[in-house]
């Protein structure tokens, strides 16, 4: 069917099978800001918006008098950007698509935008395409290439003019925002388009239907394109492909739509801060918990990285990726292609979180019980059911309780030769 520039025809377009497999990706922040690196990637609006007092001073401490926003952008080098080693990385942490900011509210675009002259990454910083080079990288690992892009940006004199006129002036959307988007998907086909920056003004402002309805009905990627659900005030959470809903968003019960958590390794900002400190990273254990509860709620996870202004992805946050990579390779099977459960959640002493795909059962528990013995409260068992760990080869005695469920007898030791992990999965064949 051919798509009409409404929200109703548009809503009806079914999600393409490959997001909701995927379950796992990565979100890169990076740009201007990463020179600065200080505060969080609003560092510019916080500077000369708000006129913040801990901005200025500072700016006044480390750069000469009078040092403008733009005069960061020639630091941008990205010297040590190498878009391999990103994309094995990213696939190394068991993500299976990849999120690029390509221009975030500052303007700046990372690739050669013919309508942001002299602000982007081919004519000044880098000198190099810097959306291009990854996604050739994450293409050739097999990774799906999604693109971030702010509809809005804080200080570009015509949306400023757009917006003092009530957004019934349309000159930054045509002259700007929407020759990008169309020479974003004309020129690297993605996977998905993550937009962002569309609160202040409505989608009609934004002639998001139009550009929506192009991308369905005839653009290069119409029948694999995902967007998101910001694409003008109030969109959120009820227009578009899959939902964000709001940052770090956990809805507390299953929701009827395709959703994404995304969520940040550095717990106080998206782009990369030079003074970030280790208690301020997120440790496997929570990124852990954050990944099984979100699944379990039909949701995708992505997971955000920062990189230096020279391209370099700190070693904590490789770390930390890595750690989520060993244990998807150990109980990926309970998350990829998984579907929700009848039950998503039981608050048993030990917290369980459940999957399923077919008839198998995945019981996810975050807590090593203390006895070895696992109490599931809401799987039926029957005189064939069968239960295993996760890479743990023999099979698990249990014992069905009448009215409460089933007793499983755990390993005596823990199934890895590694401290502690974090989270682990029986799967439960032959219960209802």
């Excluded at 809805?251 to 990369?272: I, N, V």
């Amino acid at each position: 069917p051919r798509y009409r520039p409404d929200w109703a025809s548009l809503d009806s377009r079914p999600l393409p099978a490959w997001f909701d497999r995927a379950k796992v990706g990565v979100f890169v922040h990076w740009g201007v800001f990463s020179v600065p690196a200080w505060g969080s990637e609003w560092f510019w609006w916080h500077w000369q918006g708000q006129h913040d007092a801990a901005y200025e001073r500072f700016v006044r401490r480390r750069f000469p008098p009078g040092t403008t926003y733009a005069e960061f952008a020639p630091r941008f080098t990205a010297y040590d950007f190498q878009p391999r080693q990103w994309a094995q990385l990213f696939q190394r942490a068991g993500a299976r698509y990849v999120v690029l900011t390509t221009k975030h509210h500052e303007g700046f675009t990372n690739w050669g935008s013919p309508v942001s002259w002299n602000w982007n990454s081919v004519d000044t910083g880098p000198r190099r395409d810097l959306v291009g080079e990854l996604g050739e990288a994450l293409r050739e690992s097999n990774l799906r290439y999604g693109l971030y892009h702010s509809l809005m940006e804080w200080f570009n004199p015509l949306y400023l003019a757009d917006k003092q006129n009530d957004f019934k002036t349309q000159n930054f959307v045509l002259k700007k925002t929407m020759p990008e988007l169309y020479d974003l998907v004309l020129k690297y086909k993605p996977d998905l388009i993550w937009s962002d920056g569309d609160w202040e003004a409505p989608d009609s402002y934004w002639n998001s239907t139009s550009f929506l309805a192009w991308l369905y009905n005839d653009s290069p990627v119409k029948d694999t394109v995902v967007v998101n659900d910001r694409w003008g005030q109030g969109c959120s959470c009820h227009h578009g492909g899959f939902y964000n809903c709001a940052d770090k968003y956990r809805p507390g019960t299953l929701p009827a739509h395709k959703w994404e958590m995304c969520s940040s390794l550095d717990r106080l900002s998206w782009g990369y801060r030079s003074n970030m400190s280790l208690a301020e990273v997120m440790d496997e254990m929570s990124m852990i918990e954050e990944l099984v509860q979100t699944v379990s709620l039909g949701g995708n996870y992505l997971l955000n990285v920062g990189p230096t202004k020279e391209g370099v992805i700190a070693p904590i946050f490789q770390e930390r990726l890595l750690a989520l990579g060993r244990w998807l390779d150990t109980n990926g099977e309970a998350i990829y292609e998984s579907q929700p459960w009848r039950v998503q959640m039981e608050n048993t002493p030990d917290t369980v979180w459940y999957t399923s795909k077919g008839s198998v059962v995945f019981a996810i528990f975050l807590l090593w019980p203390r006895d070895n013995v696992l109490h599931l409260a809401s799987p039926i068992p029957s005189p064939g059911t069968r239960v295993t760990l996760l890479g743990y080869a023999v099979t698990l005695e249990w014992q069905e309780q009448p009215g409460t469920g089933m007793l499983i007898t755990l390993p005596y030791m823990l199934p890895s030769p590694l401290p502690p992990q974090s989270g682990w999965v029986a799967k439960l064949e032959g219960v209802q």
